[in-house]
């Protein structure tokens, strides 16, 4: 069994509330874990600490990418007085091998953003299965996230897995693992790769279609929203 919770995106309350409900059991967050809008910075900071210091497997999202010294993007909410201070915790963090870009757990593919139907046609079909599935996203991630874009200065991570689609405001036909949005691509995430949990774009509660796929993004609801797989769809537990 696992708790999977979406963008934290500094909420203290909330990663306190995630890693303390049933602690016994694996907990995997889906990335976002700084960059807020309201949030003060301390907070953010001891947020992010918490979660690298935890034992919780912690995927990487495009705001966390964003600090590293060889990054593929700066998205809105990056934090000009902070980025120094997560960019030490994030290189750190990535040097350990502490954060990855995909993981599978209890039958589901875990990523930031969900994997397109475009992306999960370049999985080789012996490797679909959620397991197989994110093996193959972290070594093409690895593989490719310090490759230059072309025309790019100083920005990384060459190829598909870090597309930003036109709809987010990217150059790109569809959204990679980081980025892809579908509720506004309006396509639905690939059954290639089995059942799929991400985050990334915001709802006002959990929305997806049970046993296939759910979108966990609830960054500003006032329910701490996460995701057991034991039961099978999102709720919602108690914080301060």
């Not at 693992?177 to 990334?200: C, M, N, R, Y």
Request: hydrophobic share 35%; charged share 20%.
């Amino acid at each position: 069994m696992a708790v999977i919770i979406g963008d934290i995106h500094g909420n203290l309350a909330k990663a306190k509330a995630f890693l303390s409900y049933k602690p016994e059991e694996e907990h995997v967050a889906l990335g976002d874990y700084v960059d807020s809008f309201t949030v003060p910075a301390l907070q953010q900071i001891v947020c992010l600490k918490l979660l690298l210091e935890s034992n919780c497997v912690l995927l990487w999202g495009n705001h966390d990418l964003h600090y590293l010294p060889q990054r593929p993007w700066v998205c809105s909410g990056y934090q000009q007085d902070n980025a120094d201070i997560f960019r030490d915790m994030y290189v750190n963090a990535s040097e350990n091998k502490r954060l990855q870009a995909a993981y599978a757990v209890c039958g589901w593919l875990c990523t930031h953003a969900g994997v397109s139907p475009e992306i999960a046609e370049l999985i080789p079909p012996g490797n679909r299965t959620p397991t197989a599935a994110a093996s193959w996203l972290n070594a093409e991630f690895e593989r490719t996230r310090q490759e230059p874009q072309a025309g790019q200065l100083k920005i990384y991570g060459n190829g598909p897995l870090y597309y930003i689609a036109r709809i987010r405001g990217g150059r790109d036909p569809y959204g990679g693992i980081f980025w892809f949005d579908t509720f506004h691509e309006g396509v639905a995430p690939s059954p290639l790769v089995g059942k799929q949990l991400f985050s990334h774009t915001e709802r006002s509660e959990p929305e997806g279609v049970p046993g296939e796929w759910w979108d966990l993004d609830t960054t500003n609801s006032l329910f701490c929203w996460i995701f057991d797989t034991n039961e099978g769809c999102p709720k919602h537990i108690p914080y301060l």
